[in-house]
């Protein structure tokens, strides 16, 4: 899952971008309210969750959740705040946000906030993905084919290869670029090496193949790639 998180108390925004990268979130923490709009108004941007805190220079964690529900934008967002009055919890809610953590707080409880969010989230993952004839089961990280013969073939999956088929199998029908694969599958400062897309996709091919899922991923002239629709559209 991929987190925004903005936050300008250093110390706090460290301990707190620590904390997720621990739990497996993928983590872009900024400390400007103004340069968070640009990340959410990024369409390449794709966030599971966001993380706010109240006062923020440039745009405010309030303002940043109007205008995310003026665009019928519908990302959950934990606000955090030193504000305790309850004229101010329900300002923020009413600003957008869907949940409010009060500072001083224990990274448990922010842990546990962040997964109910999830839970409650209208994009809440589900235990499997299936698209045709193929089956992603998100707790185990396996990818499961049934052929023509109607054989059931399963592998697992690495982390990355089975983020990036995640991103497949939600998308199926849709030519993903090079930079929407960047953005869904790593931190926006992460160095990355100029091949890293199509290392990935090469991995992942390697691995479908296992299955006997042959030219599963194609290559979209112009740089992207898709899931194959032979697999796509099976009817099983």
């Not at 529900?69 to 309850?86: E, G, I, K, S």
């Not at 090079?178 to 160095?191: A, F, K, N, P, W």
Request: charged share 25%; hydrophobic share 40%.
């Amino acid at each position: 899952m991929k987190v925004l998180l903005v936050e300008d108390e250093i110390d706090l925004g460290t301990a707190l971008q620590r904390t997720l990268q621990q739990e497996k979130y993928i983590v872009d923490w900024v400390q400007d309210g103004a340069d968070a709009w640009n990340y959410l108004d990024n369409r390449q941007a794709q966030y599971t969750l966001a993380i706010f805190d109240w006062m923020l220079p440039g745009l405010t964690g309030p303002e940043l959740c109007k205008r995310l529900r003026d665009r019928q934008n519908a990302l959950p967002v934990l606000m955090l705040t030193a504000r305790d009055r309850w004229e101010d919890k329900v300002m923020g809610l009413d600003a957008g946000a869907d949940d409010y953590l009060i500072k001083p707080f224990r990274m448990e409880e922010l842990l546990a906030r962040l997964r109910a969010l999830w839970r409650r989230s209208p994009q809440f993952q589900p235990t499997q993905i299936q698209v045709g004839s193929l089956t992603l089961d998100c707790h185990n990280r396996t990818i499961r084919w049934q052929s023509p013969q109607h054989d059931h073939q399963t592998v697992r999956l690495s982390k990355k290869e089975f983020q990036l088929m995640e991103y497949f199998m939600k998308h199926p029908r849709h030519a993903a670029t090079r930079d929407q694969i960047l953005s869904y599958l790593y931190e926006v400062d992460t160095e990355r090496i100029s091949n890293v897309v199509a290392a990935q996709v090469r991995l992942l091919r390697r691995r479908l193949a296992e299955l006997g899922c042959e030219d599963a991923i194609q290559t979209v002239p112009g740089g992207g790639y898709r899931l194959n629709p032979a697999y796509a559209d099976a009817v099983v």
